[in-house]
């Protein structure tokens, strides 16, 4: 495989939970204003009506978008991370181009999990998920696998393509590097025992986490073809 621009079109079609290349208003504005009734009152507490009404649009224009307010949660959780999967698309396999590709995924990751919105969404995926099971996982299914499975990607064509790095498990070395940026500080924010990390420390973590990454992945010795 040749050194080149990672390429999007091997993930989920645009359809695929929603997310497309051609900005809809009125989905747009469907989507705006059930985040803004979701952080605001929950999601138990707020209906499809109350979202027609605040976006506004009609019952059958919503209903031609969003089967279900699952469905519509769902879509709220990718829009969230629609701007991480932005950064996976533009980062360029170039030699030797590791350290700054790894480092804007994982800034792009900690920008994404440690923003107030971001928070408030996640805090009521666990408080509902005793009530609505499945919503969670819906959300995992079409918000957070997909983060998951296009770093894979990527780490996968990282292996491949630049010859100082060596990672036989990209989906594990996937969970590890995104795992260390979360760590306990997303945790404390969640329960709010500690404020939202600013970008002096978000820039910290993601220093430390991708240093760290590299020093166990370095290639030791000559690549060795199979």
């Known amino acids: ?36 009734l979701f952080l605001a009152q929950g999601y138990s507490a707020v209906s499809m009506e109350a979202i027609a009404e605040a976006a506004p649009v009609s019952k059958p224009t919503l209903y031609n978008h969003f089967q279900g307010k699952q469905e519509l949660f769902a879509a709220v959780i990718e829009c969230q991370c629609q701007a991480f999967f932005d950064t996976l698309g533009s980062a360029r396999m170039i030699p030797c181009s590791a350290e700054p590709n790894l480092r804007q995924i994982a800034m ?23 009530s609505f099971p499945e919503l969670s996982q819906q959300v995992h299914r079409r918000g957070i696998q997909p983060v998951f499975d296009r770093l894979t990607r990527f780490l996968v064509e990282l292996h491949e393509d630049d010859e100082s790095i060596q990672i036989p498990d990209q989906e594990r070395a996937a969970k590890l590097l ?41 290639r030791i010795g000559p690549k060795v073809e199979l």
Do not use: W
């Open 1 to 36: 495989m040749s050194m080149k621009e990672y390429d999007p079109s091997r993930t989920p079609t645009d359809r695929v939970s929603g997310m497309s290349t051609v900005s809809n208003p009125k989905r747009q504005a469907i989507l705006a204003a059930a985040k803004r």
């Open 108 to 130: 792009s990751f900690a920008d994404l999990i440690y923003s107030s919105e971001s928070l408030g969404l996640l805090r009521l995926i666990i408080a509902e998920h005793l």
């Open 178 to 218: 995104l795992g260390m940026i979360q760590g306990n500080d997303l945790m404390h924010c969640l329960m709010g025992l500690r404020p939202l990390p600013d970008a002096t420390e978000k820039a910290t973590m993601v220093d430390s986490a991708v240093n760290l990454f590299l020093r166990g992945h370095r």
